[in-house]
Nanobody, 123 residues
Framework: QVQLVESGGGLVQAGGSLRLSCAAS????????MGWFRQAPGKEREFVAA????????YYADSVKGRFTISRDNRNNTVYLAMKSLKPEDTAVYCC????????????????WGQGTQVTVSS
């Protein structure tokens, strides 16, 4: 079992920055691929970014490429999402997720999910 708790969300003006954190507890964090998804009101959940178990490989949605950076600290069981040049359309609840298999994360069918943190970008 892996428990995930996100933090770092908030209200920011367009063009601003935020860094989200996802703290994991439970066993074998370092063996899991990790990802971030987001869901805006009235919209489906969408993939944002993912990172392999050792941080060697990262993946991004086209909409955030060049603005968001995913990273992880396996010693502290934490994954991060650094967001810059934020836009109003980035407003959503951001959830982190974990799974042993990266393709499962891409499909949004991971075994473990956090409850999310709200990011609101004002224009």
């Amino acid at each position: 079992q892996v428990q995930l708790v996100e933090s770092g969300g908030g209200l920011v003006q367009a063009g601003g920055s935020l860094r989200l954190s996802c703290a994991a507890s439970g066993r074998s964090f370092s063996s899991y691929a990790m990802g971030w998804f987001r869901q805006a009101p009235g919209k489906e959940r969408e993939f944002v970014a993912a990172i392999s178990w050792n941080g060697a490989n990262t993946y991004y949605a086209d909409s955030v490429k060049g603005r968001f950076t995913i990273s992880r600290d396996n010693r502290n069981n934490t994954v991060y999402l650094a967001m810059k040049s934020l836009k109003p359309e980035d407003t959503a609840v951001y959830c982190c997720t974990a799974d042993a298999l990266m393709p499962i994360i891409f499909r949004g069918r991971s075994a473990y999910w956090g409850q999310g943190t709200q990011v609101t970008v004002s224009s």
